[in-house]
């Protein structure tokens, strides 16, 4: 499994996440979050353990 398609499905696990994006090349990843489901925090942990990448909120 490609990089970019681990951590999309880990964030698709996420309530209320839609990814937009993920960029392996940028280094990036763009979700939407619906208000008051999953916090940002949890957003960059499902990042982090998809693949051990670092991740912080834009």
């Given amino acids: 499994m490609g990089c970019e398609k681990g951590v999309a ?3 698709e696990r996420l ?5 937009l994006s993920v960029d392996r090349s940028k280094h990036q990843a763009r979700v939407r ?7 940002p925090d949890q957003v960059v ?5 998809a693949g051990r990448f670092q991740a912080k909120p834009a």
Wanted: a negative charge; proline letters at 0%; zero cysteines.
């Fill in 15 to 19: 309530a209320g996440v839609t990814v």
């Fill in 45 to 49: 942990a499902a990042i982090q353990e």
């Fill in 9 to 11: 499905q880990a964030l």
């Fill in 33 to 39: 979050v619906e208000e008051g489901t999953t916090s």
